[in-house]
């Protein structure tokens, strides 16, 4: 799996601790080179500001960011203010999202998009129609990040090979996945999954509806039972019962290296179906993913990260 391309996926952070490890991570992932750093969104706009942080240190580390974006919870004017405000920050490659409606039960503005389709071709809309964002910029945001940005945006979108737990059925998400490509969405990434026969089995149904994008598996580095247990809960997944009692068994040495060995073998096991990439949930630990990228073969053993970690 060598010439496997990779990327990584981090969140905004929550704290100065949290700022530093994210910090370090940017670095690691810039020395190892990936296709692209995708950095998560808080439903309802709740952390546009940090996500702009994040995206744009990336940028500054020479790695090409890919923005999370999501709108429910965002009357449609909002979600094209935020759309113009990552394009004006040199913001070229969008993972476009419904998002889900919030726990408490705040009611969706009447103008909300209902859907990751409808997004997608908002974000469209508003890459060509080239409005100069008229307010005034975030703080951080370089002028030069106007003039970089190159015409025309790459919109990526989420799959779902065991469904999306709204949906109810494999064929429902793979007529959502299509309905997303039919609108210009041109790359999708999947959601965790424990199986790679999940991954093979989705892949093959999206074909035979005729979706033609690449998708990107996207792998969860399982590096302690809590990780293992609270992704799988996000995504409305079931738990691997043997790979779940031997993390709550284990140290949290022993968690980290029992997780790196499961997020190689997944990815090795999916070799024989061609996937176009791995996309790589890190919770901003680039260490564990680092070492993955090392167990499939993806770096020159000899590679070393220098970060300022101890
Ligand atoms: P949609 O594609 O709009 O689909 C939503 C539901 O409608 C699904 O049930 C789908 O099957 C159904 N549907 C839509 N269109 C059709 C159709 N034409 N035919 C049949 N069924 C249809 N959430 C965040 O808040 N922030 C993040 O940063 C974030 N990042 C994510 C990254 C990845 C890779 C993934 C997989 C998920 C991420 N999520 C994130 C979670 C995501 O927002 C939720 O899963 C949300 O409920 C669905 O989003 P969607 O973009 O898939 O929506």
């Known amino acids: 799996m060598s010439a496997l391309p990779y990327s990584f996926e981090l969140f905004p952070p929550r704290n100065d601790a949290a700022a530093v490890r994210m910090l370090e991570a940017v670095d690691a992932f810039a020395a190892v ?48 203010r935020l759309v113009r405000q990552f394009l004006d920050a040199g913001i070229t490659k969008f993972l476009a999202l419904r998002g889900d409606p919030p726990a408490d039960g705040v009611p969706e503005p009447a103008t909300s998009l209902r859907s990751a389709a409808e997004l997608v071709q ?11 964002y ?28 065991n469904g999306h737990p709204g949906a109810g059925v494999h064929r429902g998400d793979v007529d ?12 999708a ?13 989705y892949v093959e149904l999206a074909r ?16 302690s039972h809590r990780r293992l247990v609270r992704s799988a809960q996000l995504a ?24 790196v060995d499961a997020a190689v073998a997944l990815i090795d096991s999916l070799a024989e179906h061609d996937p176009p990439g791995v996309h790589l949930y890190t919770f901003n630990d680039h260490r564990p993913a680092i070492d993955v990228l090392h167990g499939i073969g993806a770096l020159a053993p000899t590679r070393t990260i220098t970060t300022g970690a101890p």
């Open 33 to 80: 080179e990936p296709a692209f750093v995708s950095v998560t969104f808080g439903a309802g706009g709740t952390t546009s500001r940090h996500s702009l942080g994040v995206l744009q240190r990336l940028l500054d580390a020479g790695v090409s960011p890919m923005a999370h974006l999501t709108c429910t919870g965002l009357g449609v004017s909002d979600t094209a």
């Open 122 to 132: 908002l974000i469209d809309r508003v890459d060509s129609e080239r409005v100069p």
């Open 134 to 161: 008229a307010e005034v910029p975030l703080p951080g945001l370089r002028a030069s990040a106007l003039a970089e940005r190159r015409c025309g945006v790459e919109i990526a979108v989420a799959a779902f090979p």
């Open 176 to 187: 959502a996945l299509l309905a997303k490509q039919e609108v210009g969405a041109t790359l």
């Open 189 to 201: 990434i999947t959601q965790l999954f424990h199986d790679p026969y999940d991954y093979a089995r």
């Open 208 to 223: 035979a509806r005729g979706v033609t994008i690449p998708i990107v598996p996207g792998v969860v580095i399982p590096t």
């Open 236 to 259: 409305g997944e079931g738990l691997p019962r043997v790979l779940a009692e031997r993390l709550e068994r284990a140290t949290p040495d022993e968690a980290v290296a029992i997780g």
